[in-house]
């Protein structure tokens, strides 16, 4: 079975998944990603092929007549490659219905079409004019997109709820990572049997073997009980501002309060000018990037609690696969299956800087539940979402696929 990936990077988090997906009995895997820097991927990301077991083609990207990137020559690939199922995103998933012929050539040459998704940000086919009246989807920039009553709009509104509805029906399975798309793909009339739900996991065998190693090994920073952790590009929807805020406004009543910032991105200086504007001194630490993960593992190990302020989803799979709690509130929808209320975290009013504050400052307070929420954390990673449970659902797809 030859398996087509078509995505917009080669994000270094999704590589152990394609990994062991190419790895299941008579299975290929191959990827398609630009050839340059993706015109669709976010700022920041981290991308490496440091080792990748499946095969690797880069294509040259460009923009098409409908303003979304695809790339060049791809329908001429297809030919060479014949795979027997392709895996796409958003924005591609465009092009398989709007440029000329290619959906026809994959139905000719019997190539199945699946859709990965994370639908946190698609409106409910009922409510798409007042998701974009309201403002839309916003970006990584904290940009609104859309909004107003502006006849033309609405039209624009319309169209694109149409072509929604075609490409959700259209396309033979549907992968996403949370249970909401029952409920919204349905909305555009999308059969639940369609639909398979494989979260999301970064490399937990992996992680979860570092972890062990981590014990017997000598700590690499001075203990700290009060040290909070946030790992993720530096972007204005991360909110690491408004975490920077809530740990001035708590400094005077834990004194030892101390803030690791794991990332780099383009509000990094911005965030530095906070901090210092604050008066947190080195309470607020930036490391940068940190992609080795024994690394990584060991600045969460060492850490207390894991706050993530805004958008983000995969790094609270690494924090609880070193036992950490989560303070969370909306993030990427992967937060309602990973984080349970006074289990193994605490979720505060989206946007609430106060009610952020009040959250740490509870936990702060619970040095015992910290404990024991992280060890529950660590339990939902061994026993219900990891690396194998996607792997899982990707082959149920596979299967359902194959037999239609």
């Not at 000719?108 to 989807?137: A, C, S």
């Not at 909004?147 to 169209?159: A, D, H, K, T």
């Not at 259209?170 to 979260?199: C, L, P, Q, R, T």
């Amino acid at each position: 079975m030859k398996i087509l990936f078509v995505f917009n990077g080669l994000p270094h988090y999704y590589n152990p998944v394609l990994n062991r997906l190419n790895k299941l009995p008579n299975s290929n895997v191959t990827i398609v990603i630009p050839s340059s820097e993706g015109l669709a991927i976010g700022a920041g990301v981290y991308q490496s092929d440091s080792g990748v077991e499946f095969k690797v083609h880069p294509l040259k990207e460009y923009k098409t007549f409908y303003g979304k990137s695809f790339f060049k020559n791809f329908s001429k690939y297809l030919s060479t490659e014949k795979p027997d199922i392709i895996v796409t995103v958003w924005p591609y998933i465009f092009g398989f219905v709007l440029i000329p012929g290619l959906l026809q050539k994959i139905r000719r040459l019997g190539i199945k079409l699946i859709l990965k998704d994370i639908p946190f940000l698609t409106p409910k086919y009922n409510e798409v004019y007042k998701f974009y009246m309201g403002g839309g989807i916003y970006n990584e920039k904290g940009e609104r997109k859309s909004g107003g009553r502006n006849p033309f709009r609405l039209l624009n509104y319309f169209f694109l709820a149409q072509i929604r509805k075609y490409y959700l029906n259209m396309v033979d399975a549907h992968v996403d990572y949370i249970e909401d798309a029952f409920d919204i793909f349905g909305s555009y009339g999308v059969k639940k049997e369609k639909i398979f739900i494989i979260n999301n996991s970064p490399d937990t065998d992996k992680l979860l073997n570092i972890k062990n190693e981590l014990e017997n090994e000598k700590p690499m920073l001075p203990p700290n009980n009060y040290r909070l952790i946030h790992v993720g590009r530096l972007v204005k929807w991360k909110r690491v501002d408004m975490l920077i805020l809530s740990v001035s406004k708590i400094v005077s009543k834990f004194e030892k309060i101390e803030l690791i910032v794991v990332g780099d991105g383009p509000e990094l200086n911005n965030l530095k000018v906070l901090a210092k504007k604050l008066n947190l001194g080195n309470r607020v630490v930036f490391t940068g990037g940190v992609y080795d993960p024994k690394l990584l593992g060991k600045y969460i190990t060492e850490s207390a609690i894991y706050v993530i302020a805004g958008m983000g989803g995969l790094s609270i799979n690494e924090a609880m696969c070193f036992g950490k709690p989560v303070i969370c509130s909306v993030c990427d929808g992967t937060e309602k299956k990973l984080v349970r209320e006074d289990y193994n975290g605490k979720f505060f009013v989206n946007g609430d800087g106060e009610d952020l504050t009040r959250k740490i400052e509870y936990l702060l307070s619970n040095l015992q539940l910290i404990k024991d929420m992280g060890n529950n954390s660590l339990r939902i990673i061994q026993e219900e979402i990891n690396l194998n449970t996607v792997v899982r659902g990707y082959t149920k797809a596979f299967e359902y696929v194959m037999r239609k």
